[in-house]
């Protein structure tokens, strides 16, 4: 498992690697300042491409995170719904005791 997790390791850096040397050329980005001017930066075309793959990762990561704690407190209530339906099952079993005792009481003086 650790040689896969190596192999996938150097696809990826390899992949990165290849992109950097291919993408080499200066890309403009046009973008609003904050006094709404249009302003323009030049900037390598691999720095665009990590730095959008970046932030997709990062999205999608805080995504699956918000769906984990969702899914966590979800459990947390299932298993306080159980505890207190343990808690009430042993209560019947205790109130449900107190009969039989006193059946029994009055079949033995019978």
């Given at each position: 498992m ?10 990826v850096?390899?992949?990165v ?5 291919l993408?080499?050329?200066n ?15 030049e ?5 665009l ?6 932030t997709g ?13 969702k899914s ?7 298993e ?7 808690s009430e ?8 005791a ?13």
């Open positions: 650790i040689a896969v997790k190596y192999f996938l390791l150097l696809l850096i390899g992949v690697v290849t992109l950097s040397v993408n080499l050329d890309v403009s980005i046009n973008y609003y300042n904050l006094q709404f001017e249009v302003q323009s930066i900037i390598p075309l691999i720095v491409v990590i730095i959008s793959a970046s990762f990062l999205i999608a990561w805080m995504l699956g995170l918000l769906g984990a704690i966590k407190a979800k459990l947390k209530k299932q306080k719904d159980i505890q207190k339906g343990n099952i042993a209560d019947l079993k205790v109130k449900s107190i009969p039989k005792a006193l059946i029994e009481q009055q079949n033995e003086y019978s």
